[in-house]
């Protein structure tokens, strides 16, 4: 079964033990509880893309490992085209939902990242880690699998190293080596489509040295693995997400938790990074340039969705779009650049000797700074053709609308170039989309925009400027940098 | 009594009529409805300042009417210091609660304007309205009134005029003259403050011809008229405002509006405008001029608290501010601009023959589209200090907190630099301020950046710049315009 | 001679007729003449790489056509790599001289386009155009030419088409079809590398209807062909390029002419279109589709030259490179998002079936944009760091420093972390690379911003977006665009 | 005599000691010569300015000190009017000549914040300083002096202090003290408008301590003084400004030099301020609380006329300003923000014992990273309306448009909606303007922005945002600042 349908996928999760928890309560059922249900739903959708001609092209590709069709999302990324596919399908989902997935990305690009690694490790040590990645990787297509991506630790005090902190669980670590595999201790923080996933792919959330040795891992467990326990966290909004009624959108929604491992053990068939420290960089470095390459996609998709909500609320106030032109450019725009840099990225990346395609890491990173940075303008825009009534959805609930002593007054108030309830809904959208549940978290998902600074810092070739200026300039004096200047 | 205190304004709003309603239910007191309590308490602070002597200098100021000292939202701001007062004033209200206080705002403007504007039209007319605002203010004085004001109309269609909309009640009118007072109907939407006013000044929302003559009134009535019924709107994360616990800071929130004006009667003695339509423009030019020579303090106001709030982001994990100086500084930055080109408006303003002191239109104007557009710079700054905890606020809730089964491990997690509750208490401040209740709607609020830039085109000499420049490039030909280019 | 070396490149374009004009006298050797030296001398670079092994697979490549290694300037673009080689090129040249290169640029993607154009002319009209063009590329490869691209026409009134402008001249145009040839007339403005080119392909500005086809036409003449007056245009600065001394950089510089067609004749082999107007459009897009693409590692190019000017001046200041690194880290983002926006539109780019490569339209006209708005961020921040010394340029000229009676007082003056000269040379650089000769003139080269602007208009599915929003948010109502509000 | 008229004004410059040089050359009389009359013309403008009942209230004023009207720039600032007073002559000196006029403003600043020091040193010190500035005050105004300020240093050595420097001249000094006056040497650069003043007021170029005791002066000298040499800079395009024909407009320039003092002796009456270190940081700071509030209004100035220039270009070019509306919008909001914020400063401020008006010291260094942005995005702008043919000044010299040969042609191919003529002169103003001789250098002139974000820094109460937005997020906690994280 390479391929699933999106209700067999839900009954997939449905057999899932539960372990996860919202509002100090157990969700007893993900696919129907409204803290998750939403996201459930929007991964289903993605199940049955598979199904639907003119959406399968993009939602499944030719497996490289087995030559069979696979939902993409369970498939290794060889090729320039593979890495474009993953851009391609977010920004499609992204445009069925307005929101993030996250059961079908950070943990199929944990995997494709594995696989070079170990495939280095292998080489370098004399390791077998790259055929357990290759099993692990049959497993997830053969079972039609969605994989989130663990890969964020609470971290702690931000100016410690992981073994520095007081509170060891900070950062999730090796506990204990056994024969026959690994006990797995502490926390991960903000781990997004954890509700909607079949398995966790658990990785060191930074490159370390030789101290933090302990914190160096890379794993699969299921999502109910015993000894694992998952908060959900809130969210925007969020009790209107899980509201009736139409004060919030329902075609998706994002879930991120907080993950608890205690003493989980993980059996070393899934197991591929055990203490090798010195690889730990590069599987964040071959994930950063996949991930951000990649995330301008995303936010691009949901930036079409602001132009359309723009759109449907300049027509319910009663206006033409024509009025906007301008303003629904400038976020078009916006949209493709971060679009267009992350393919940028693809193109001038390379193919990696295990046969992984790994964008150029510059661009990926400078396509993260952009990320941090256009779709806020592109919000901005949208509250401002979208009105008064959009921008901080100021206007009363749907309750109110419902009230049998004034609601259709209510109603009444807000019809304008729609009527009433159009207007609110297309209202209620772009307040969703702009400060309420369907913010995507760009900022800082999938690591700050200062991390992405800093890597623009280390691989720009700032002498080789400093010298070709020179050369230009006809200076033939040395020009050394000198020491700071003393405050 | 001119100054009353917080206890005092309290008691008076108990005292009025329960005709507000929220989530489709009768608000049956202000002060402890979880919907209103916190605008109540945080007026009640700004009452309480006339008798602390360090606040009292910005909270009261010497009645230029009545040569008492006064709360400073119930004097005529008759000279620069006092429109100065304003700025200074309202500055220091969203320090001490982080966002807007309604009722010490529009209904204030909304009078002042009406001196003038009085003053003019009985010059011209032989009318005696100005007499009426006079006697008004002083009961207003008197009684240490709070006053919300209600401009926005809810205005229909957004192509069509005030008398073409298929619904009259979409924009408030006076339905019948009689002798002793007029009967108003229609609808205000999105009037702040309204929760924790005691009387409200309503006014025609723009500036209206012969055609829309129904639609040109000012009036002051009771919040608790009959005929008037108040629907409170939502706002991001409005449920959780009103929760217990630290998902929300409890220092102040905003509160907003619709207004059903029911075949409302207005006694004459309260009735300043109802029909002469040519002056509801200077009465809107005014108004703007003062509200958005002000707006940008308070914009300043909650920037400050953003610069606080990442700061102790910052701090909260592990890092010191100076990692993150030149993002605050550029924080500052923008707070300051809207700040001073307030101000600027107010030294380039002049006197009314009234008394009043007005801003200059063209800089207050200005102000208007940088409020619209660096508080959102400000607040990506703010999350871009604080980190993903605080971006979307992605942990989990206060009630998870509680749980007697995860709760302590989840403020383990959270720990940092500083404790869990403290970290967790910080970011809900920074998303509160983001992307939460604290938000106050300055974009559209109080009108719309496109209305400003509108009243910058048609106040510029576009003409004289031009022939300045001919001037200066040593041109004689004639340059005029030429119709334009057909498509 | 697939192959041609700078010094048989220089010998090539002496042999020919002068007739090209600055100051109001004839410019007797391009390669020689303060005004064109410089800019003879970095293409003469650029024929040089093909023999420096470091450069030549930049500036190399092998032809498609012939199978042989040829300048990379006289090859058919026929894959996504090839456009890219085009941008690496591009970035490369400026790098090389801080500036632009027109005589290796236009004319190229010209007769580029002009393959793909006319296989579709004669597909479907039966000419033998691409017989025509592809005996031409053979002759430009084989005599290893530099070809100028002739695009934009004077115009006259913008607001009129060519067939309504009072003078017809205005734009270039087909005043007699013989039977051997055509003779051509009319005036092209601001071309770009005239002054080293061997050949210039001529092609309509614009895409045009039949009431325009006379303006229809694509052509290739020698730059000394009989009936073409050439005058040079001014350009800031230009006279100091032209002095002797430091106070202008002398690695390269650019040129832009006016061209005069005086009935010029083009026998039959260098006529690629004439009158077929419908062709016009697309010879625009697909030109415009692949210089805007590319363009974007032009002022990459020279981004990164204005990083290393930016440093050297700090260091010639005295101070570090540290303490602008942040400063530095955005000049860089700027550099690569242009660069790499374009590599997305070759990404997302497709091939003709001419064999063309031709990237994506929507993409490569959201990089123009970017091109008209990022470089001048850039020049802002290379300034602020280079101090006022270099901002303006503003200190004593090369001669000054040459006086007997205070020039080594003025050295001594200028001298600060390194000598005088050195730091004088240093703050020309930046000079001319933001407010000088070196400025290339992005926004409007190769057509305006608000141009691409439409284009983005144009292409993006608007109201897709508008649907999927309406579905997003539970609409069923009908929502169509109203006719604009009236005024 | 306290007003002069231009030509007045012309025949006392005459009359001094020619010791100006450019190009190597000695500037024989600064009213005729090329690179010096533009500068001098303008002032003569603003002489004349003050029998032209127009503008007389603004270029004059009633002397605080005489009581009679004076040249506004020979007056003490001693209240928020006059400082009011100086924006607004600025901004009109601007709109006259589209650039800077250096003889009637950083002189007349500096005297001023003299008056100020000077009075506290009297007061703390026992010193007569005092006295002697109100004598030269007099002297000033009853010789309706122009006084250029020299307050920036050659400097050396940015990460060295003064007394640090190898070359000890790299900053003005005092050499000898004797008892009737004092010697001082070293070099000022980058003074503006000293080709056109009768003195010079030479300042201490920043705040300094015991160990730069030396550098601690501030004097009044003739711009003739024995042992001064000036030599002028260049500027963008300067050889244009100087030469014959409209490619440059002649309405005024700009003039910025170098000064070597060669031990000239300064009489003590003219000495104000010699070792007393504590009261330099003092004067800078006065300085640039004035300086930095008024220069808003200068570019503002300069962007009036960057519309008007567009504006021109537009029609010019055949279009209608209409099209560019939204655009011309954001450039006048540019120039009003700068304006305003200034304003803000000087209503912010507050007056000093000695009765000079300082704006508030935050609000004008905000004012400053203003001028260092916002300006820079208006000429982008203006430069995006007005069309290739201004960006870069792409088109012909005048020499060329005079050629017996093609220069007919020439001016027929620049016709467009205007003659060829008109449209070459409303294009080269634009160049001029944008990258050409215009620019006034408003990002480091003045000062860095770099050194204002510094003093917004030092301002800010940021341990008190930090206070409120812990008591608004309910922290009781400690959160003191840590140290830096190690690196």
Same mark, same amino acid.
Request: glycine share 10%; hydrophobic share 40%.
């Given at each position: 079964?390479?391929?699933?349908?999106?209700?067999?996928?839900?009954?997939?999760?449905?057999?899932?033990?539960?372990?996860?928890?919202?509002?100090?309560?157990?969700?007893?059922?993900?696919?129907?509880?409204?803290?998750?249900?939403?996201?459930?739903?929007?991964?289903?959708?993605?199940?049955?893309?598979?199904?639907?001609?003119?959406?399968?092209?993009?939602?499944?590709?030719?497996?490289?490992?087995?030559?069979?069709?696979?939902?993409?999302?369970?498939?290794?990324?060889?090729?320039?085209?593979?890495?474009?596919?993953?851009?391609?399908?977010?920004?499609?989902?992204?445009?069925?939902?307005?929101?993030?997935?996250?059961?079908?990305?950070?943990?199929?690009?944990?995997?494709?990242?594995?696989?070079?690694?170990?495939?280095?490790?292998?080489?370098?040590?004399?390791?077998?880690?790259?055929?357990?990645?290759?099993?692990?990787?049959?497993?997830?297509?053969?079972?039609?699998?969605?994989?989130?991506?663990?890969?964020?630790?609470?971290?702690?005090?931000?100016?410690?190293?992981?073994?520095?902190?007081?509170?060891?669980?900070?950062?999730?670590?090796?506990?204990?080596?056994?024969?026959?595999?690994?006990?797995?201790?502490?926390?991960?923080?903000? +781990?997004?489509?954890? #509700? =909607?996933?079949?398995?966790?792919? !658990?990785?060191?959330? $930074?490159?370390?040295?030789?101290? /933090? @040795?302990?914190?160096?891992?890379?794993?699969?467990?299921?999502?109910?693995?015993?000894?694992?326990?998952?908060?959900?966290?809130?969210?925007?909004?969020?009790?209107?997400?899980?509201?009736?009624?139409?004060?919030?959108?329902?075609?998706?929604?994002?879930?991120?938790?907080?993950?608890?491992?205690?003493?989980?053990?993980?059996?070393?068939?899934?197991?591929?990074?055990?203490?090798?420290?010195?690889?730990?960089?590069?599987?964040?470095?071959?994930?950063?340039?996949?991930?951000?390459?990649?995330?301008?996609?995303?936010?691009?998709?949901?930036?079409? +969705?602001?132009?359309? #909500? =723009?759109?449907?609320?300049?027509? !319910?106030?009663?206006? $033409?779009?024509?009025?906007?032109? /301008? @303003?629904?450019?400038?976020?078009?725009?916006?949209?493709?650049?971060?679009?267009?840099?992350?393919?940028?990225?693809?193109?001038?990346?390379?193919?990696?000797?295990?046969?992984?395609?790994?964008?150029?890491?510059?661009?990926?990173?400078?396509?993260?700074?952009?990320?941090?940075?256009?779709?806020?303008?592109?919000?901005?825009?949208?509250?401002?053709?979208?009105?008064?009534?959009?921008?901080?959805?100021?206007?009363?609930?749907?309750?109110?609308?419902?009230?049998?002593?004034?609601?259709?007054?209510?109603?009444?108030?807000?019809?304008?170039?729609?009527?009433?309830?159009?207007? =609110?809904?297309?209202?209620?959208?772009?307040?969703?989309?702009?400060?309420?549940?369907?913010?995507?978290?760009?900022?800082?998902?999938?690591?700050?925009?200062?991390?992405?600074?800093?890597?623009?810092?280390?691989?720009?070739?700032?002498?080789?400027?400093?010298?070709?200026?020179?050369?230009?300039?006809?200076?033939?004096?040395?020009?050394?940098?000198?020491?700071?200047?003393?405050?």
């Amino acid at each position: 079964m390479a391929l699933m349908n999106g209700e067999q996928y839900r009954e997939s999760l449905k057999k899932m033990r539960p372990n996860m928890y919202k509002w100090g309560e157990l969700i007893a059922d993900v696919t129907t509880h409204p803290a998750t249900r939403l996201h459930v739903q929007s991964v289903a959708d993605s199940y049955d893309a598979a199904f639907d001609p003119e959406r399968a092209p993009l939602f499944t590709t030719k497996s490289p490992l087995s030559g069979e069709t696979a939902h993409r999302w369970n498939t290794l990324m060889n090729s320039m085209e593979a890495v474009l596919g993953n851009s391609k399908m977010k920004r499609a989902q992204y445009q069925r939902t307005g929101t993030c997935q996250g059961a079908t990305c950070a943990g199929w690009t944990g995997i494709n990242v594995l696989w070079a690694v170990t495939y280095e490790m292998d080489k370098e040590l004399g390791t077998n880690y790259h055929e357990r990645v290759k099993n692990y990787f049959k497993h997830v297509e053969d079972n039609a699998l969605a994989l989130a991506g663990a890969i964020t630790d609470a971290k702690g005090n931000r100016a410690l190293k992981p073994s520095e902190q007081p509170n060891k669980d900070s950062n999730l670590h090796v506990k204990e080596i056994r024969p026959d595999g690994i006990v797995i201790r502490g926390y991960k923080a903000q +781990i997004c489509g954890v #509700a =909607a996933c079949h398995e966790i792919i !658990a990785m060191a959330g $930074s490159g370390y040295g030789e101290a /933090d @040795k302990d914190f160096c891992l890379a794993v699969a467990v299921p999502r109910d693995v015993a000894g694992l326990t998952i908060v959900e966290t809130r969210r925007p909004s969020d009790a209107r997400d899980e509201e009736e009624g139409w004060d919030a959108p329902k075609a998706g929604n994002i879930t991120q938790a907080f993950l608890f491992f205690d003493d989980v053990f993980v059996p070393n068939d899934r197991v591929f990074l055990c203490g090798e420290f010195k690889y730990t960089g590069k599987a964040i470095g071959y994930f950063t340039a996949i991930y951000r390459a990649a995330i301008g996609a995303c936010v691009a998709g949901q930036g079409d +969705i602001m132009c359309g #909500a =723009a759109i449907n609320m300049a027509r !319910a106030n009663g206006l $033409s779009q024509k009025a906007f032109q /301008d @303003k629904l450019n400038q976020m078009a725009i916006n949209n493709e650049i971060t679009y267009s840099v992350g393919l940028g990225a693809m193109l001038a990346g390379k193919g990696h000797a295990s046969g992984l395609w790994i964008p150029d890491m510059l661009l990926a990173h400078v396509n993260k700074t952009q990320v941090a940075k256009l779709p806020y303008e592109t919000k901005v825009i949208c509250q401002d053709i979208s009105g008064g009534v959009a921008e901080t959805g100021c206007f009363p609930s749907y309750q109110d609308c419902q009230s049998p002593l004034y609601g259709a007054e209510v109603l009444k108030a807000l019809a304008a170039g729609a009527d009433g309830e159009t207007r =609110a809904r297309a209202a209620r959208l772009v307040e969703w989309l702009t400060v309420g549940g369907g913010i995507p978290g760009c900022m800082h998902g999938g690591g700050s925009p200062d991390g992405a600074r800093m890597v623009v810092r280390a691989m720009e070739p700032w002498e080789k400027f400093a010298k070709e200026a020179k050369r230009i300039a006809g200076i033939t004096a040395e020009l050394a940098d000198p020491a700071p200047a003393k405050k």
